[in-house]
């Protein structure tokens, strides 16, 4: 074994499909113009100071409320009502579990690794999200951003993954698909892989593992 001891692993984009071409399914069936959502977003966040998706993702606003305004500033953008309660289910309609990482982390987790979740999610998603994959059996920690009122890349939220984890950050290695959240995970000292295919991931996670 190298000096890594924990694989600490995101979901969204690293244990599910790619999220891309899922936004773009949802935005597509939702019949809302493609950049109309993040515009929505941009503009709550400017007006409101805070950004309305980190809000969700740090547990501070409900679904719901996220739902509804974010639906309120689209349909005043496209001059129409948009129906945004559907949202999460055609999200999750839209998201394919990645069997191959998965099997892969049940693998590496047999070699004796210490494993964790880091993900930035929405507190009413988690049954949804959990259903995916058979996290318990593989991952012993899950630190979900909606539960612990942060979200990655702020260093406290791997700080509080290392430290739950009993781990130093020097020996745990970090798997993302946003490569801002690996950076961050780097500076704290993690060794990260940014997840761009599943080859690709694994292949990097092997050589630091060796
Ligand atoms: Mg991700």
């Known amino acids: 074994m190298s000096s890594v001891r924990a694989v ?9 499909s790619p999220l891309a071409p899922a936004f773009a399914a949802v935005q597509a069936e ?5 950049a109309a959502l993040g ?4 503009r709550l966040a400017e007006r409101d100071g805070r950004h309305p998706l980190y809000e969700l993702e740090c547990g501070r606003i409900t679904e719901h409320d996220f739902l509804e305004r974010v639906g309120r500033e689209v349909a005043a953008e496209v001059g129409h009502p948009v129906e945004m309660h559907e949202f999460s289910t055609r999200w999750f309609a839209a998201l394919e579990t990645n069997h191959v990482m998965v099997d892969y982390l049940r693998g590496v987790a047999e070699r004796g690794y210490r494993m964790a979740i880091l993900t930035n999610n929405v507190r009413e998603w988690e ?9 318990d059996e ?13 979200r990655k890349p702020d260093p406290a939220i791997y700080q509080l993954t290392c430290e739950r984890l009993g781990i130093p950050p020097e020996a745990c290695l970090f798997i993302d698909d946003f490569e801002h959240n690996c950076a961050a995970a780097t500076e704290l000292g993690l060794t990260a892989v940014h997840f ?6 694994i292949e990097e996670i092997e050589s630091a593992l060796d």
Do not use: N
Not at 8 to 16: K, N, R
Not at 139 to 147: G, H, M, R, T, Y
């Open 39 to 42: 515009a929505a977003m941009s």
């Open 127 to 135: 049954p949804r999200w959990r259903s995916m994959l058979p996290v």
């Open 8 to 16: 600490i692993s995101d979901f969204g984009g690293v244990l599910s």
């Open 138 to 150: 593989i991952f012993e920690l899950v630190v979900d951003s909606a539960f612990v009122g942060m």
């Open 30 to 34: 939702s019949g809302i113009p493609s």
């Open 196 to 201: 761009r295919t599943t080859d690709q991931a």
